[in-house]
C-alpha cells in the first residue's frame, strides 16, 4: 500500500480545526484525491474529510468521488479504511455495494473468488481511476503470503494473484520468494517462523498446602 509521505500543508490546514467543516474546500480535496489516484499516494485523513463534508451537505456528494475514494481504501486492507469510509455515508450506491463485496472477500482471504468477480468488467470499472489498483491487491495478499506460509503450492499462489507464467515468475522473484517445482518457498521470518509456547503455571504456597493436606486426609 501506497501512503502518503508528506501531506502538502494547503490541504493540512483544510482538514484541521472548523476548515474541515467548510463545503467551499471540497472542490481543492477532491483534486488531491485524484492525484493520489494518480500517483499510487494515499491520505485516509484527507480522504475522510470528503465524506465528512458529504455527509453534511449531501447535495455535493459525487458517486465517482466516493468511489475511488473506496476503491484507495481497499488497498490499504488489513487496516479498517474501508470500514471507517463506509461509516460516514448515508447512502449506498450499487458501486459501493460490489466494492463491499471485493472488500469482504479480500478480508476473508478469498482471493480466487475476489479476482473472478474483480475481472468482471462492472467492478473493474470501479477501479480504473486509481492507478496500479490490481498491483497494489497483489501486495497486500502478497504480504499476507509472506506472514502465514513458509511454503504453499505455487498453482494455488498463482490462483491468489491471477498471475501465470513469466508474470508470475517475475512477481515471485520480487518478493524473494523461490519456487521448487510446485511449491513456492518463502524465507522464514518474525510472523511466519514456528515458534514453542511454553505453558507456565503458578501455583500459590497455600494453595499448595490444602492439596498436600487433603491428600493426607486421605
Not at 474529510?49 to 455527509?55: C, N
Not at 482471493?111 to 473472478?116: C, S
Request: negative net charge; aromatic residues 8%; hydrophobic residues 40%.
Amino acid at each position: 500500500m501506497a501512503s502518503v509521505t508528506e501531506r502538502p500543508e494547503s490541504i493540512q490546514k483544510l482538514i484541521d480545526g472548523v476548515e474541515r467543516y467548510n463545503p467551499e474546500n471540497l472542490e481543492v480535496l477532491e483534486a488531491y484525491l485524484d492525484n493520489q489516484c494518480k500517483n499510487g499516494t494515499y491520505d485516509l485523513m484527507a480522504n475522510l474529510a470528503i465524506l465528512k463534508l458529504y455527509q453534511f451537505n449531501p447535495t455535493k456528494a459525487k458517486d465517482n468521488v466516493v468511489v475511488s475514494i473506496l476503491a484507495k481504501s481497499l488497498t490499504a486492507i488489513p487496516s479498517p479504511d474501508f470500514n471507517l469510509c463506509l461509516y460516514l455515508l448515508s447512502e449506498r450506491s450499487t458501486g459501493v455495494t460490489q466494492l463491499t463485496t471485493l472488500q469482504q472477500l479480500l478480508e476473508q482471504s478469498n482471493y480466487a473468488k475476489f479476482w473472478t468477480l474483480y475481472n468482471d468488467s462492472t467492478y473493474k470499472q470501479l477501479t480504473s481511476q486509481v492507478a496500479g489498483f490490481e498491483d497494489a491487491i497483489r501486495q497486500l495478499i502478497a504480504r499476507v503470503i509472506t506472514m502465514s506460509h513458509q511454503s504453499i503450492s505455487a498453482s494455488v499462489v498463482q490462483k491468489y494473484l491471477a498471475l501465470t507464467g513469466d508474470a508470475f515468475t517475475k512477481f515471485i522473484q520480487e518478493q524473494q520468494w523461490s519456487q521448487q517445482g510446485d511449491v513456492v518457498v518463502i524465507p522464514v521470518n518474525k510472523d511466519n517462523e514456528a515458534k514453542a509456547i511454553v505453558v507456565r503455571e503458578n501455583i500459590k504456597f497455600e494453595q499448595l498446602t490444602k492439596v498436600i493436606g487433603y491428600s493426607n486426609e486421605m
